[in-house]
């Protein structure tokens, strides 16, 4: 039976996230993000999930940098799920009386409205349903917890409220994360890349895919941490077929590094 690691505890988006990219899996949590990668890159699991991207909250930065840190990791595949965030309590739990909120930090960002609205203190856990765990082993009701409905039924916490996101429609993308390439990647890739520090390069750099039908889906910048406030530029392409993509790679030149085709 495959292995995959995610971060977090059973029930947690990463998880429900696993089992549909590799279904049947035995899934292993982790506590961090770094740890799952690291996980990963030491063979202890066969593949990770990671996600990258949640349309309220947006990008998650640390992902990337993970992928560029483990130059032997490849994203394999990807999926996006809805992301239906519930407000979860104890028995005796009122929406009115609750004093401080956790969860994640990326899923508290996704409910900045309500938790504005009530004032509530936020404390941040290594995932959705860890949150839920904590709230429901603490049993005080001003404590609630920002997660799943999975995580509710899983270690019994009453929804004291459903949908609590900024927006009705969310959701949040993730990786599969193997030690090799994908066997029969679709046409998507992810690449980091370094341009020079002078006028246009990044615009070279776009044109090189653009010039050759390559579609640019998303664009983060991150500092490269040894040069202050050098960048590094993590793209996402699709369109892509590995001929097109060689050219463009090879005449945008520096420092570059194919983080996965899928
Ligand atoms: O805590 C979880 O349930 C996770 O899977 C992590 C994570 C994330 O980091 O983006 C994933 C999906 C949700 O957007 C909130 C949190």
Same mark, same amino acid.
């Given at each position: 039976?495959?292995?995959?690691?995610?971060?977090?505890?059973?029930?947690?988006?990463s998880?429900?996230?696993?089992?549909?990219?590799?279904?049947?899996?035995?899934?292993?949590g982790?506590?961090?993000?770094d740890a799952t990668?690291?996980?990963?890159?030491k063979?202890?699991?066969?593949?990770?999930?990671?996600?990258?991207?949640?349309?309220?909250?947006?990008?998650v930065p640390?992902?990337?940098?993970?992928?560029?840190?483990?130059?032997?990791?490849?994203?394999?595949?990807?999926?996006?799920?809805? #992301?239906?965030?519930?407000l979860?309590?104890?028995?005796?739990?009122?929406?009115?009386r609750i004093?401080?909120?956790?969860?994640?930090?990326?899923?508290?960002?996704? #409910?900045?409205a309500?938790?504005?609205?009530?004032?509530?203190?936020r404390?941040?856990?290594?995932?959705?349903?860890?949150?839920v %765990?904590?709230?429901v082993?603490?049993?005080?009701p001003?404590?609630?917890?920002?997660?799943?409905?999975?995580a509710?039924?899983?270690?019994?916490?009453?929804?004291?409220?459903?949908?609590v996101?900024?927006?009705?429609?969310?959701?949040?993308?993730?990786?599969?994360?193997?030690?090799?390439p994908?066997?029969a990647?679709s046409?998507?890739?992810?690449?980091?890349?370094a #341009?020079?520090d002078?006028?246009?390069?990044?615009?070279?750099?776009l044109s090189?895919?653009?010039?050759?039908?390559?579609?640019?889906?998303?664009?983060?910048?991150?500092?490269?941490? %040894?040069?202050p406030?050098?960048y590094?530029?993590?793209v996402?392409?699709?369109? #892509?077929?590995d001929?097109?993509?060689?050219?463009?790679?090879?005449?945008?030149?520096g420092?570059?590094?194919?983080?996965?085709?899928?």
């Open positions: 039976m495959p292995t995959v690691g995610y971060q977090g505890h059973p029930g947690a988006f998880d429900v996230a696993a089992r549909r990219l590799v279904p049947d899996a035995e899934t292993r982790y506590p961090s993000f990668a690291i996980a990963l890159a063979g202890e699991v066969d593949f990770a999930v990671l996600p990258v991207e949640n349309a309220i909250a947006g990008p640390r992902n990337y940098e993970l992928l560029w840190e483990h130059p032997d990791l490849r994203i394999v595949e990807e999926t996006t799920l809805p #992301v239906e965030l519930c979860v309590g104890v028995g005796g739990a009122h929406e009115d004093a401080e909120v956790r969860s994640h930090p990326v899923a508290l960002e996704q #409910v900045r309500l938790i504005e609205a009530h004032g509530w203190r404390s941040t856990s290594t995932d959705t349903a860890g949150a %765990k904590e709230i082993r603490l049993n005080d001003s404590v609630a917890a920002i997660g799943p409905a999975l509710a039924e899983i270690y019994g916490g009453r929804i004291l409220a459903r949908n996101q900024d927006e009705a429609e969310n959701y949040t993308r993730f990786f599969l994360l193997s030690r090799s994908a066997a990647p046409d998507r890739a992810c690449i980091g890349i #341009v020079d002078r006028p246009g390069s990044l615009r070279d750099a090189a895919f653009a010039d050759r039908a390559i579609d640019l889906r998303f664009l983060i910048a991150r500092p490269d941490r %040894k040069v406030f050098r590094r530029f993590f996402e392409l699709t369109g #892509v077929d001929a097109r993509l060689t050219a463009a790679l090879a005449a945008i030149g420092d570059q590094r194919l983080l996965g085709r899928y």
